[in-house]
């Protein structure tokens, strides 16, 4: 999180079920989950994986997320869809 009122990026972090696959996705879904393509659709940096890579793992990419270049914690958002 940020207080600039034009923050230069957005990076999101996905975690999927187990058992999700983009091959059953909407096309127009698909571009979520194409790190290319979201940066030219969505102006963001989307990384996802299966919530199967473990709690250490997701730890370790939380960890990273929420530390700036200067190695001070900023906050982050979670957000549950169902």
């Given at each position: 999180?940020?207080?600039?009122?034009?923050p230069g990026n957005l990076d999101v972090l996905l975690?999927?079920?187990?058992?999700?696959?983009?091959?059953?996705?909407?096309?127009?879904?698909?571009?979520?989950?194409?790190?290319?393509?979201?940066?030219?659709?969505?102006?963001?940096?989307?990384?996802?994986?299966?919530?199967?890579?473990?709690?250490?793992?997701?730890?370790?990419?939380?960890?990273?997320?929420?530390?700036?270049?200067?190695?001070?914690?900023?906050?982050?958002?979670?957000?549950?869809?169902?």
């Amino acid at each position: 999180m940020t207080e600039k009122a034009t923050p230069g990026n957005l990076d999101v972090l996905l975690i999927m079920s187990s058992e999700f696959s983009v091959g059953t996705l909407p096309l127009e879904a698909r571009d979520a989950f194409d790190a290319a393509r979201a940066k030219l659709v969505f102006e963001a940096d989307v990384f996802w994986a299966r919530e199967s890579i473990g709690l250490e793992v997701l730890g370790l990419w939380l960890d990273t997320y929420q530390t700036t270049r200067d190695f001070r914690k900023r906050g982050i958002v979670e957000m549950e869809l169902r």
